[in-house]
């Protein structure tokens, strides 16, 4: 780091590696400047510039309520150099403000400090930092769980997150709604640079809040804790589709009072347009550490979630599986993909009857699978299956929607991606697997991936007539191609790894070239960008690269391991009962609470595959952290029986911030369990081969 600049009008410079920041001052105006080039470069000539402002639209000042987005300006600045780095004094309506500016491990520390150093006192303040940035698209803007590229898939009758949009067209959120507690943006430029992007960090994140507001241009900013939810000020989002009154935020500053804020900056130019959003994950991990709980061994979670699972095991007139709840007041039975996920927890029970020699589990398992397979067809078209099975009226059905019945894409896939799992699995032990088995594998996956030329990628879902649904597929149907790529490993087929290839390429197009539409549509309860759609792509270029592998498929897992991790918290909120949120995933941009729907196991395996030794520590982090919420003994966590945990968690004001529920779907028990399982036997070689012919096929 060098600090120079001297003569008639000073130009003050601070550089690390390939970003500088340069502070001029001329005819009483300090002006900010970011920029970026080859290391070394940048003292030089000062590289190509990213950012260019008046400190006096940097500073935010508002007092009374309402508040509001106020820049009153920045007077009297004076630069000194300080041992870090620079410090910029001025004052700023009636009030001092120092900027203090260093490079810290890469990324440009803003410590800015507030004070009154005059007679009277304020009330209702709001201080903060704006970023004016050289791009006019909402778009443009990425809060982490909140917003990506505008929410464009959102469906527009609801209330979710937006930008550019009500009174003050400004979305401004609290910090601890933020996994990674920041504000992104990217832009093109029309010099020789293609595209910018710059990300405002919380550096030390608690109780203040981030966003941006878009006025011809956006500008990121920072806050000292007041809310503006879709232009409307004072506003948090409580519940899906819901917002109430918020009345936090303001500061009192009676004369002497002093206030601190400290935030952090990156910029730099995107390795491709669109994923500018990439580094951000990777410097929050620098900047938060973040450890995770780790209250549990694996043994111990595989331990209390297998008495959870069995709880679940249900066989009577007939009828064998796993329910999808054990209490009263839901329909007794067992569902299929999604939040049900029967057979991923036959899977389990397999394996984990494998690990033990308990030949008794592997048998329940077949049960499980035959039952299925034996009924789902019924009333459902060729190759597809319904999706739940009620045990109280024997009847099989399909999801409702808006009045209509039909078979879900996800769903469907989740289910076909168990059934593979099942046969790889007793195939993998020589275990002999009915030929039905792996037919209806096949049949399934080619059925639910046979699209055409008008419709390039799986439905939503199909009408019990077999048509598919007319809606915006979304990300729904990567469920369905992740089976075909699995069949493809147990058959051996080639059309299948082909097919499955090409509709990889064609979702990569559509969603994760640019990102400017992400991935969105996977959930059934929820329509806007998830989570899960995005999980479901990882896992098939995950699954590409193990059957194929090469640098394009390696290249497409990490963009969407890097897409998934801005779900996943970098820190703690405050949290009652000890709660630590770090290592957990947040849902939708709809619906922010957090739950253990992750692939752990994946993201873990994929840095050993690649050599990111990242990817490897944050697998292992989220699923150790997963650990927590576990009942472990009668009364704990608001359960009676041992291994249940709950389907959310909220660190956020959406829903009663610092508590849990016990809504306990069986999917919460399988996707722990079976990513423990997983994780627990890594390393240990698989005698399975694609279509080398381990799984021996009986029967009919």
Request: charged share 20%; net charge neutral.
């Amino acid at each position: 780091m060098t600090v120079v600049g001297e003569g008639e009008s000073p130009v003050f410079r601070i550089a690390s590696g390939d970003n500088s920041l340069e502070v001029t001052v001329e005819r009483g105006e300090a002006r900010v400047a970011f920029r970026h080039g080859a290391a070394g470069r940048a003292e030089r000539d000062g590289g190509d510039l990213c950012f260019d402002a008046p400190l006096s639209r940097m500073l935010a000042v508002s007092t009374g309520r309402p508040w509001r987005i106020a820049l009153p300006g920045a007077r009297e600045p004076e630069v000194r150099r300080t041992p870090q780095g620079l410090a910029v004094r001025c004052a700023v309506g009636g009030l001092a403000a120092e900027v203090a500016f260093a490079f810290v491990r890469g990324l440009l520390r803003l410590d800015v400090t507030w004070r009154n150093t005059g007679e009277r006192g304020y009330e209702d303040v709001v201080l903060g930092v704006a970023l004016p940035l050289p791009c006019r698209r909402a778009s443009a803007v990425t809060l982490p769980q909140v917003l990506y590229r505008g929410n464009p898939s959102a469906d527009p009758a609801r209330t979710v997150p937006r930008l550019g949009v009500g009174p003050h067209r400004a979305l401004v959120v609290e910090e601890h709604r933020l996994p990674v507690p920041c504000a992104h943006a990217e832009w093109r430029s029309r010099g020789r640079v293609p595209t910018w992007y710059a990300t405002l960090y919380a550096a030390e994140p608690g109780e203040g809040s981030l966003g941006a507001v878009q006025r011809g241009h956006v500008t990121l900013l920072a806050m000292n804790g007041a809310l503006m939810f879709n232009g409307v000020p004072d506003t948090a989002y409580v519940h899906k589709g819901k917002t109430a009154p918020y009345d936090g935020g303001y500061l009192d500053l009676p004369p002497g009072a002093v206030h601190r804020a400290h935030y952090a900056l990156d910029w730099g130019v995107a390795a491709h347009p669109g994923h500018g959003f990439r580094p951000l994950v990777h410097q929050g991990l620098g900047l938060y550490a973040p450890e995770g709980a780790r209250p549990l061994t694996l043994d111990r979670i595989v331990h209390y979630k297998t008495a959870a699972m069995d709880r679940r095991w249900h066989e009577a007139g007939g009828a064998a599986g796993f329910l999808k709840f054990t209490g009263p007041g839901h329909t007794p039975g067992f569902l299929y993909g999604w939040t049900g996920q029967s057979l991923k927890l036959a899977w389990c029970d397999a394996r984990v009857g494998l690990e033990r020699d308990q030949p008794w589990r592997v048998d329940r398992c077949r049960r499980a699978v035959d039952f299925y397979l034996d009924g789902s067809a019924a009333g459902a078209p060729p190759g597809l299956r319904m999706s739940f099975y009620s045990t109280e009226d024997r009847a099989w059905s399909a999801f409702e929607r808006d009045g209509e019945t039909f078979i879900s894409s996800r769903a469907y896939g989740d289910a076909l991606c168990d059934l593979a799992d099942v046969i790889e699995l007793l195939g993998a032990h020589g275990h002999a697997v009915p030929r039905r088995w792996i037919r209806a594998l096949a049949e399934g996956a080619d059925t639910a991936c046979a699209t055409t030329a008008s419709a390039t990628v799986p439905p939503l879902g199909w009408r019990l007539d077999g048509s598919p649904l007319p809606q915006e597929p979304g990300a729904a149907g990567l469920a369905c191609v992740l089976a075909l790529l699995k069949a493809h490993r147990i058959t051996g087929e080639a059309h299948m790894l082909r097919r499955g290839e090409q509709l990889v390429a064609h979702y990569r197009h559509r969603h994760a070239d640019d990102w400017a539409k992400p991935f969105a549509r996977a959930t059934l309860d929820a329509v806007c960008e998830d989570k899960e759609g995005g999980i479901a792509y990882f896992l098939c270029v995950y699954e590409l690269l193990l059957l194929a592998g090469g640098e394009r498929r390696r290249a497409w897992a990490e963009e969407a391991a890097d897409w998934l991790l801005t779900w996943v918290y970098q820190w703690d909120p405050p949290f009652e009962s000890g709660f630590r949120t770090a290592g957990w995933p947040g849902v939708s941009v709809q619906n922010h609470h957090v739950d253990v729907f992750f692939p752990a196991y994946e993201l873990a395996r994929l840095g050993e595959l690649t050599g990111r030794e990242v990817y490897r520590r944050l697998g292992e982090l989220i699923l150790y952290a997963f650990g927590q919420g576990i009942c472990t003994k009668a009364g704990e966590w608001g359960f009676e029986g041992l291994g249940e945990q709950a389907e959310g968690f909220f660190p956020t004001n959406w829903q009663a911030r610092g508590t849990s529920n016990t809504w306990n779907p069986s999917w919460v028990t399988a996707q722990v369990l079976s990513q423990a399982l997983r994780m627990r036997a890594a390393g240990q070689p698989s005698p399975w081969r694609a279509g080398s012919g381990r799984c021996t096929p009986r029967g009919r």
